[in-house]
């Protein structure tokens, strides 16, 4: 599995909110169990992202001093990680 269904599945089951993309990305490594390398993990941020498939990953919550790095996925992101996770039953 590349790693664009990889993101999509994993935020489909999983939410992510860290302090940061490293942090993101350690817990996303953890949760499919293997290191895809963080070249690619980042590549696969950028285009979910410019497909519209994961909301804006670095937020500012109310109230906070600090941002978060969150993995979400959007409606679009949500049919998508269905279709794909249907595709391979």
């Not at 790693?3 to 942090?23: M, N, R, V």
């Not at 993990?41 to 670095?58: S, T």
């Amino acid at each position: 599995m590349d790693a664009t269904a990889l993101l999509l599945t994993t935020a489909f089951h999983h939410s992510i909110s860290k302090p940061g993309i490293e942090a993101g990305f350690g817990r996303f490594t953890g949760l499919i169990g293997h290191d895809i390398g963080f070249g690619a993990f980042c590549e696969a941020v950028a285009k979910c992202l410019r497909d519209g498939l994961i909301r804006e990953p670095v937020r500012l919550p109310d109230g906070a001093l600090q941002c978060r790095w969150q993995l979400e996925l959007t409606p679009a992101g949500v049919t998508a990680a269905r279709n794909r996770l249907n595709q391979s039953q």
